[in-house]
């Protein structure tokens, strides 16, 4: 392989909540910059360059942040690149900053996704009239609802699986102190009687908005042998995009989807995902979501990824393949940042430190992330031994 | 917790105090303030979506052929999305077609203050086009609209034609059987899917 050897020594998060009224968009990265840099055992000074995520500025309406943010982010002076790859974008940005270290262009990295929704309104901004379409789309829920309707129709599957999924990630999401929505109170009853936004999504089976940013510390061979702590490797990184209409799509299932997979997967050297994976970090912002990804990344056979929900083999307790056990999208969801989060909580699964959300023993762990027309895929593969 | 850090805590370089003036001790802090702004664009639409919407004022509705593949895309954007190439050909379609999928929609959305959610955004494949747009489905029930489902525009009064997708107010059923989706793919040609 060309590639140099790159690994994660440091995640940061901040607390995510729906405001975050307490710190400007500058103070919301540093929190989570500087978060990462502890945990690494790292200075500013150390950095070589910044790699940063946000979805679109029309979302917050300030345009270009990362100007803006480059004095929080401590790289003034230095290389700062700004990822745009609409939700899938914390994912890209870490894929990104991966490869100027796999490509010997910077030592140590800092790559941060962030989002602060409360100073934006994301769903209209995802509905803007255009006077060459119908305008009557209501955001992303909106899009993705009738897709979700093929899924149910084509696989068959039972009317309350997606409620099945949304009670287990916010469940999951109780074991995370970071994770927005904490509801204890949550029901399998309550999700189901909770009220249709875009049938068939209910409301309890959609992301909340949140506030929130995610860094990590990449670095290369050297820098990682020489760090006194954990580290997560990384055994492969994939990104693909195709339009988002066209005939002979696959709604359910994009040829993007299954073809990142299918790479990322054979830099790993993984075979069979469901035997190999011992935590996934999945981009769910809908419920329905999760069993359809299990089938298009080939975690279960077309048709019949609902029937892993069903079974609760993606719960972290009792399940062979644990689904998001920091909470997920549906659980945490700063737009910018939610990709990132998987990629870092993958990270955290294989370097231990994952606290009461830990898988035990995880060595492999996948992260997944994806956006616009379910157009744009990031996954990466991370280990806790050197490949 | 494995991870060190508790997300209640602030940083320590984020916790310095800062010392107000005695006279705004009991002030309350301001943490936002609301700016709402707007803006308002002039889109110049290009060749294959000026010819769509001329076609519209006529209630014709037409799209794009793609020239590897054969495809039709309607609205037609000047470029193939499956092959890259300029489009030279644009061709009619039908203002019949069917229902590839749907949502009931119980929000009520700002473009529209019109219309009154419960209402069916579906995905309408118009005959003679090889993909869908979202359409509303009216005229009809939201519990009794199908996957497969047969629809027809409904167009504005002649003297109300303009130059815009408006012009369809909603699609109805027309009453004709069902069209059977055999598998998950956007209508297409056989090998299409690539």
Redesign the interface.
């Known amino acids: 392989m060309s590639k140099q050897r790159a690994a994660v020594i440091g995640?940061?998060?901040?607390?995510y909540a729906s405001t975050r009224?307490?710190?400007s968009m500058a103070?919301l990265v540093?929190?989570a910059a500087?978060?990462a840099l502890?945990?690494a055992g790292k200075t500013w000074a150390d950095i070589d360059a910044v790699v940063l995520g946000k979805a679109p500025d029309f979302f917050e309406?300030v345009m270009m942040p990362e100007i803006y943010l480059a004095e929080a982010l401590g790289c003034v002076g230095k290389p700062i690149l700004r990822v745009h790859t609409a939700g899938s974008v914390g994912g890209s940005t870490a894929v990104v900053a991966t490869s100027l270290v796999q490509g010997g262009i910077h030592g140590t990295v800092l790559t941060l996704g962030f989002e602060k929704q409360?100073?934006s309104n994301a769903m209209?901004a995802l509905?803007?009239?255009?006077?060459?379409?119908?305008?009557?789309?209501?955001g992303a829920?909106?899009?993705f609802?009738?897709?979700i309707?093929?899924?149910m129709?084509?696989s068959g599957a039972p009317e309350l699986i997606g409620c099945m999924v949304a009670l287990k990630d916010r469940q999951h999401a109780l074991n995370n102190?970071?994770a927005h929505v904490q509801d204890h109170e949550l029901t399998f009853d309550k999700v189901v009687e909770s009220?249709?936004?875009?049938?068939?999504?209910r409301y309890s089976e959609t992301c909340p908005s949140s506030d929130g940013a995610c860094a990590m510390i990449l670095t290369d061979e050297t820098g990682a042998e020489a760090h006194d702590g954990p580290v997560a490797w990384i055994h492969g990184t994939a990104m693909r995009s195709e339009?988002?209409?066209?005939?002979?799509?696959?709604?359910?299932?994009p040829?993007a989807s299954e073809d990142c997979a299918a790479d990322v997967f054979a830099q790993a050297g993984i075979t069979n995902p469901r035997e190999q994976i011992d935590a996934v970090e999945m981009y769910v912002p809908f419920s329905w979501y999760e069993p359809m990804w299990l089938e298009s990344l080939g975690f279960a056979e077309k048709g019949e990824g609902w029937r892993m929900v069903e079974s609760g083999a993606t719960n972290m307790v009792g399940g062979d393949l644990p689904v998001n056990c920091s909470g997920g999208v549906l659980s945490t969801n700063p737009i910018g940042a939610s990709g990132m989060i998987r990629f870092a909580e993958a990270a955290?699964q294989v370097m231990?430190?994952?606290?009461?959300h830990?898988v035990d023993g995880a060595k492999t762990a996948f992260g997944h992330a994806y956006g616009g027309g379910a157009q744009y895929y990031a996954m990466w593969v991370v280990g806790a031994e050197k490949p | 917790?494995?991870?060190?850090?508790?997300?209640?805590v602030?940083?320590d370089?984020?916790s310095g105090k800062v010392t107000l003036p005695a006279s705004l001790d009991d002030v309350e802090m301001v943490?936002?303030v609301r700016t709402p702004?707007a803006i308002d664009y002039i889109?110049t639409?290009g060749a294959s979506?000026s010819a769509?919407?001329r076609g519209m004022k006529q209630k014709k509705i037409l799209g794009d052929v793609c020239p590897v593949?054969g495809?039709?895309?309607v609205?037609p954007r000047g470029v193939s999305?499956?092959s890259g190439q300029r489009t030279t050909e644009m061709v009619e379609v039908s203002d019949q077609g069917y229902v590839?999928?749907?949502?009931?929609?119980?929000?009520p959305?700002?473009?529209?203050p019109d219309?009154k959610p419960?209402?069916v955004?579906?995905?309408v494949v118009p005959d003679g086009s090889?993909?869908?747009?979202?359409?509303?489905v009216a005229g009809i029930e939201?519990e009794e609209v199908r996957?497969g489902m047969r629809v027809g525009a409904v167009w504005k009064p002649d003297d109300e034609l303009e130059?815009?997708?408006?012009n369809?107010l909603h699609w109805e059923p027309t009453g004709e059987p069902d069209v059977v989706l055999d598998?998950?793919?956007?209508?297409?040609?056989p090998?299409?899917?690539?």
């Open positions: 995640v940061g998060q901040t607390k009224g307490d710190v103070g540093r929190e500087y978060r502890e945990m309406g409360s100073e209209w509905s803007l009239p255009s006077p060459f379409t119908t305008s009557i789309n209501a829920g909106g899009y609802s009738p897709i309707r093929r899924y129709e084509y102190p970071y009220p249709m936004l875009w049938d068939p999504i339009a988002n209409n066209y005939g002979g799509r696959n709604v359910v299932s040829k955290l231990g430190e994952a606290g009461a830990q | 917790m494995g991870y060190n850090q508790d997300p209640s602030q940083p370089a984020l943490q936002a702004a889109a639409p979506l769509y919407l593949t495809q039709v895309f609205p999305p499956v590839e999928s749907f949502n009931v929609t119980r929000l959305i700002k473009s529209r219309l419960p209402y955004s579906a995905w090889n993909v869908g747009s979202i359409a509303l939201p996957i130059e815009s997708a408006a369809i598998d998950l793919r956007i209508i297409g040609k090998g299409d899917n690539q």
